[in-house]
């Protein structure tokens, strides 16, 4: 039933524009402040820095007026923003409170598999996992959530989702606006669905059920219900944009049309900030811009799919009031170094995206134990060029863990603009293929793998996952043995 049902949603999208309409109609909608994300202060001790997480349960106003069951880090909904800075080593002591099993994935972030918080290392309620390891990564913005089997969807849905902001010593980096919540401020979107009595669902039968709302929110605010606003202080100011939604692709843009200036995709920076008059993001993929506020500006969340929001719909979701007086530099020429990949001497491998009746597949075969899921093997130091096909007529998300990649073509096109950048998460339309290109650096591992998956969550536990192993020598760096949970 599950495949079919997001195509019989996707297809019924006209009968909710009416519902979305009404929610457009914000003339009695109440003023509210942005919600800045709490920063997670880290514990520092012979070099390594301490993060405590508790996932646990809660409830939340995610319909106004309407109590809803919850799940977030440390707080009811949602979690706290994690700073790591490329080079420190971190730990991170996470314990389940959450009366079933959980795990924790830093996605985006290039970590040895065994840290990486996959289904292989789910913990149960009442344990602490505690994974260490050195930050690998230059200055990017990830995000954390659980990655469990069966119930990656469910746990995300409900709240469980957190930035992770990643700092380096780059020009860029100290040239940008840095200041957390004043000038760098994180925009997390979810599309959900809940019914009349605040239930949050996750399976796709849930979402056919007919008294539901479509509640978009921003930093765990219902944008349906609440006019949000943002006073920026400094001309300049910095978004992180993160889609944490189970399936909507949310596109940002502004309400005058003007440009935004993009300065990194996934996996960081940009060669150069590049003016753009929107921003695509599938579920799971995140962007940072730059705002030169000489004046008031609105952005907007388009949200395009809609398989949950129900049809397709423009909502401006953030008011941003200009008082800086401060007038900035120019952006730095250059951001960053890409060497694009000569991938004539690549290792070809080609992923299926697929479907058999209900059931979601990644070459043949449903992920949905560790058993039945297909597994990519390849070596340390493997350079590779993989066509991801959809032959599936819905749309997907690709995420790979691990490593980055570049975009080598986009449905037959080279790619331009923003898709020369870096990135974990990209779109691949139903029916349509996407080249990528990827080296694998520095970890290696006989038993513990990384996952690569559809980042709408609903098909990662439909089985659209796969595993990969990468094994052989690991020459730069040592994958410790040192992540353990504890009851
Ligand atoms: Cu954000 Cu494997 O996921
Ligand atoms: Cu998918």
Known sequence: MAGAGIAAVAAAGGAFSLLNDAAKNKASAADTTLTIPDLLEGTTSDSTTTFTLEAKTGTAEVLSGVTSDTMGYNQSFLGPTMKWTNGDTVLLNITNSLGEDTTVHFHGAHVPAKMDGGPQVAFADGETWSPTFTVDDSAKTLWYHPHALGTTAKQAVHGLAG??????????????????????????????????????????????????????????????????????????????????????????????????????????????????????????????????????????????????????????????????????????????????YDTSDFTARTITLGQDGTTMLINGSAGTSMDSMAMISTTLGSQEIWTITNSTQLEHSFHLHDVPYQLISVNGEDPTGVQLGWYDTYEVVGGGSIEIAME??????????YMLHCHLLQHEDEGMMAGLMVTGDDTSTTTTDDSTATA
């Not at 994180?186 to 669905?193: E, G, K, M």
């Not at 694998?440 to 793998?449: G, R």
């Open 440 to 449: 694998f650096t520095d970890y290696s591992d006989d038993t513990y793998m």
């Open 163 to 340: 930035m992770i902001i990643v700092e380096d010593d780059s020009t860029a980096s100290s040239d940008l606006p840095s200041d957390y919540g004043v000038d760098d401020v994180p925009l997390i979107f979810q599309c959900l669905a809940t019914d009349s009595a605040g239930d949050i669902k996750y399976d796709l039968a849930g979402y056919l059920e007919s008294d539901l709302s479509y509640p978009l929110l921003l930093n765990g605010t219902n944008v349906d219900s609440a006019s949000l606003s943002f006073t920026a202080t400094k001309t300049r100011t910095r978004f992180r944009v993160l889609n944490a939604s189970p399936s909507d692709i949310i596109t940002i843009q502004r309400s005058d049309s003007g440009t935004l200036s993009q300065i990194a995709t996934d996996q960081g920076y940009l060669t150069e900030a590049t003016d753009v008059t929107s921003i695509r993001l599938v579920a799971g993929a995140r962007a940072e811009f730059v705002m030169d506020l000489s004046a008031d500006a609105t952005l907007q969340a388009v949200v395009t799919t809609g398989w949950i929001r129900g049809g397709s719909g423009t909502y401006d979701v953030l008011a941003i009031t200009a008082s800086g007086t401060d007038t900035p530099d120019d952006l730095p020429s250059t951001l960053n170094t890409i060497d694009r």
